[in-house]
């Protein structure tokens, strides 16, 4: 193992995000590699952040004797992985046979099934627990910086948190009639299933989209936001003591919205394979390869995201309410690094992540979630790499709707 060094698995906007923001601290990421089924997005990825940095290399993550291959060869001290979440196992597989510890930004989903859950992933604490390895899942913004934003919050300013709202923004304008600003197939495979959140010991769910509301974002006003089931929900449920209800929000405008719609009535939605000309075609993986790629979305793009978490619980006794963000502005993120704010949002905070692990700020043996650490030493770095994060207590929050 060479201390120090890192392999990044995925050349799309996050895996992009992630190569420049490590290669600009070479006090901690030594040696990097980035390695993607598609070498040529590593290589452009590589000259852009120039100086020799990043090493590239081609790898199919859905191969676990290809990725040891892969590991064995550079050795490197970490795993991050941004690749597609179909692809976590295979490389959770392939870090515990050689020794190796893995971030992702994004829990396991299987290829036939839009379901996205940490149970997959949670069973393989004990290997790695017993391996001396560390896997830290979900350490992108949300998930990731939510729990963590969650985690500080109940570390300084409650006693008991019992409502947590995360809502999620992006009130910027790309220009397309319809794009997505992650993997499409992905993001429409997520908004598409049914919503769930967690209220009074279980969970609830309700038809896709179809429970909206008005929520005020800092500098950027009311938007439509719908509820949604999120990963995060998931382990901040077991993490979190005391919760009473966790839910997540996230802005669509009406024309994503009626784009979606008629996506999804005439079939191009559909995650089960159709024949199409004696070949079995399925019709969101077509429907992704005629949608614009997320990585080209950045120039041009304007206006801003904005993530963070509406918590209410008790601090002495006595009620209190604390809203904590990130607002990222999708031109200035250009300027930076050629990227839009979408990726960069998740980008940075695997950055961090992976920084955390390999100085050891957080160690462990066996999977966690970034809530199970101490979040005041990434809340610092936050702001440190483009990431300023706020903070209101017993403020006005976006909503008041807690009952």
Not at 82 to 93: K, S
Not at 169 to 187: D, L
Not at 288 to 310: F, M
Request: hydrophobic share 40%.
């Amino acid at each position: 193992m060479a201390e120090g060094s890192v392999l990044i698995i995925g050349a799309g906007g996050v895996g992009a995000v992630v190569a420049h923001k490590c290669a600009a601290v070479p006090s901690v990421f030594q040696k990097i590699i980035l390695a993607s089924r598609t070498r040529s997005k590593c290589d452009k990825i590589a000259a852009q952040v120039g100086g020799s940095r990043i090493k590239t290399a081609q790898v199919d993550a859905d191969d676990v004797d290809q990725l040891v291959e892969l590991i064995e060869s550079f050795q490197p001290e970490m795993v991050i992985n941004v690749a597609l979440p179909y692809q976590d196992l295979t490389i959770m597989e392939a870090c515990l046979r050689t020794k190796t510890h893995y971030l992702d930004t994004a829990n396991y989903e299987p290829r036939d099934v839009a379901k996205f859950e940490y149970h997959w992933q949670w069973a393989y604490h004990d290997r790695f627990r017993d391996a001396g390895l560390m896997a830290l899942l979900g350490c992108g913004f949300d998930p990731g910086v939510s729990g963590i934003f969650t985690a500080y919050a109940l570390k300084h300013h409650f006693d008991e948190i019992h409502f947590l709202d995360i809502v999620d923004c992006n009130a910027g304008n790309h220009g397309k009639a319809f794009a997505t600003n992650f993997n499409p197939e992905i993001n429409i495979r997520e908004i598409t299933q049914r919503g769930k959140y967690w209220e009074d010991g279980k969970w609830i769910e309700v038809d896709p989209l179809s429970v909206r509301k008005d929520i005020s974002y800092p500098e950027i006003g009311p938007k439509s936001s719908y509820l949604l089931y999120h990963e995060e929900l998931e382990s901040l449920v077991r993490n979190i003591p005391g919760l009473k209800r966790a839910r997540f929000w996230m802005t669509f405008n009406e024309q994503y919205i009626t784009h979606l719609r008629v996506l999804e009535n005439v079939g191009m939605t559909g995650i089960k394979p159709v024949r199409f000309q004696g070949m079995d075609i399925v019709p969101l993986e077509f429907l992704k390869a005629v949608l614009p790629e997320p990585s080209s979305l950045g120039e041009g793009y304007t206006g801003q995201t904005s993530i963070g978490c509406q918590i209410r619980g008790v601090r002495d006794g006595k009620p209190r309410n604390y809203y904590v963000w990130n607002n990222c502005d999708h031109a200035q993120v250009y300027r930076e690094i050629g990227a839009q704010a979408v990726s960069y949002t998740t980008g940075v905070p695997a950055m961090i992540g992976g920084m955390m692990m390999l100085t050891k700020t957080w160690k462990g043996q066996g999977v966690f979630n970034v809530e199970e650490f101490d979040p005041d030493p990434f809340m610092s770095e936050l702001p440190r790499y483009g990431l300023p994060w706020h903070e209101q207590v017993d403020g006005q929050l976006a909503f008041d709707d807690y009952r």
